[in-house]
């Protein structure tokens, strides 16, 4: 069964303390691993695709990274406005049209 | 601008009443989907459609109904046979091609029943 696990459910950083997010999947072929960042009361906003391993993407603060199986979200020296739940979802190559996501991890950045 | 609206962002519903939440998309996209999304989970898919006049029943999609007449809209009915309909409801699209399968969302409606 495909499936998508995120760690840690939540994490608070001191701002400009670095770390990582966790995402290990389970597909029966990845097509594409995403991630999204969601503010409070707002709908996902969409921030990278991964679809292979050895990829990387960069934005801002943020990195993605992808192995066979886990994808990591690292921020650098973070700032308050970082703070969200950042989502995790995979697209298997047996599914082209359903993305699976995972429960997200909630990110406080403390001034 | 190009996106995606959801209206209302907040509806109340009395128990044993069917609302309809809508869902309007200007990007061209083909594929539109409903998730619902609950405290401390991750998005749970209801339905989706990759086409006009065609979609498909999603992991959880009792006790909910959709439509597909326009390619813009993707309205989702919560019947009142929906035994926990309270949560916080999303809509996305995406294109159908090969190489581009990001999903963007709307803004959501939150649902309460009192």
């Known amino acids: 069964e495909d499936q998508v696990t995120q760690s840690p459910e939540a994490l608070r950083l001191q701002e400009g303390e670095s770390s990582s997010l966790n995402c290990s999947y389970t597909?029966?072929?990845?097509?594409?691993l995403f991630w999204y960042r969601q503010d409070p009361g707002k709908g996902p906003e969409f921030l990278f695709t991964l679809y292979s391993a050895g990829e990387e993407k960069e934005k801002e603060r943020l990195k993605a990274t992808l192995t066979k199986k886990e994808s990591f979200l690292h921020i650098t020296a973070p700032k308050p406005e970082d703070s969200a739940t950042y989502l995790c979802?995979?697209?298997?190559?047996?599914?082209?049209?359903?993305?699976?996501f995972g429960s997200g991890t909630r990110l406080s950045i403390r001034p | 601008d190009g996106g995606i609206t959801q209206s209302p962002k907040y509806l109340f519903r009395k128990e044993g009443q069917n609302v309809t939440l809508s869902c309007e998309q200007n990007?061209?996209?083909?594929?539109m989907y409903w998730y619902r999304q609950d405290p401390g989970q991750g998005l749970r898919l209801i339905y989706y459609s990759q086409i006009v006049n065609d979609f498909q029943k999603g992991d959880i999609a009792e006790g909910y109904s959709v439509s597909r007449e326009k390619k813009e809209s993707f309205p989702l009915t919560v019947t009142s046979a929906q035994k926990n309909p309270t949560a916080f409801y999303l809509c996305a699209s995406s294109p159908v091609a090969i190489s581009y399968n990001e999903q963007f969302f709307g803004p959501g409606t939150r649902l309460t029943v009192l």
């Open positions: 597909v029966s072929g990845l097509r594409g």
């Open positions: 979802a995979v697209q298997a190559r047996s599914s082209a049209s359903k993305i699976i």
């Open positions: 990007l061209n996209h083909d594929a």
